[in-house]
Every structure is written in C-alpha cells, then in structure tokens.
C-alpha cells in the first residue's frame, strides 16, 4: 500500500487576515485620524506621517502597558536588547510612547526621527533573526491584548516606521 502523505492545507487569505485583522484596524485608525488631524494642512504630507506615527505609536505603547510583566517576557525571546536587559523589556512601552508623543508634539523632531530609526531598526534586526531560526511565537508588539504572531508582517511594520522616520528627517 502507498503512503499518503498528509499535506497542510493551505492557509486562505481569509485565515490570514482574520489573524492580522487587529492590526489592520489598528493601522487604519491611526491612518483615518492623522488624516482628520493634517487636513487643514493640505499638501503637506510630511504633517500626516508625523500624526499617523504618533497615533500609531502611542496606540501600541498602550497595547504594551494592559500587561506590562507578559509584554516583557514575550520581547525578551526576540528582541536584541531586551534578551539582555529586562529594564529595557519593561522600559520599551514608555519609549514608544514618548516617541509618539514626540511626534504627535513635534517637541525635539530629529532627535525623535533618529530615536525611531535606532529603536525599531534594533527591533526589525532582532524579529528577522527570530524568523531565521525558526522561532515561533506570538508577537509582543501589540502586548498581550491582541494574539498576533512574529511574522514578516512585524518586520514590515517596524521597517516602514524606520523608513518614514528617515523620510522625515532628510525631508
């Protein structure tokens, strides 16, 4: 008799999106009020990124805060300095949300931009890392409210960041 190799379905892009669904709402919210926030200032673009970063920013800062002690034990398996400091773990919610305000208060913006660039770039590196060995967790970047998987999507998220931070600094 043959045997017959069980193969998994594959995942629909249904099943996908149900999965990152909190995210995408998360993303369109922070996008829909920096729109409301920057329209009086049409054709400067620049303004809307800066509202989308804070809003979106201090959106997941307060995700992180909901269970700080989970939030930090789940960043401690991926991210570079969090494996080496649990004061940086339990300290990364309050970065986030001091930069957001920053960008929301546009209170010290380069220093802001390249803190961003630093910070999420740090993490972007630490998340590849992760996926390259095949690490399998959920992801803390949205604490533990929401149940979102360390995927290339959390790659993307903290690589866009980078990339509007350096627009916004060499703008």
Known sequence: MDKVEKQEPKKSRLTVIKKYWPLLILIFIAALAAFALSYRFKGREPL?????????????????????KDFAEGF????????KSKVYAYLYPFIELILGLGYLSFIFPTL???????????????????????LDVR?????????????????????????????????
């Open 48 to 68: 809307w990124m800066h509202f989308f970063m804070g809003l979106f920013l201090c959106q997941f800062a307060m995700l992180k805060l909901f269970h700080p």
């Open 76 to 83: 401690q398996m991926y991210d570079l300095i969090a494996m």
């Open 112 to 134: 802001t931009y390249v803190a961003t660039i630093v910070v999420l770039g740090i993490g972007a590196i630490g998340v590849f890392k992760a996926l390259a060995k095949g």
């Open 139 to 171: 992801c803390a970047c949205m604490g533990t409210v929401l149940d979102v998987p360390l995927s290339t999507v959390t790659i993307t998220e903290d690589l866009s960041m980078v990339v509007m931070a350096a627009i916004l600094l060499f703008k």
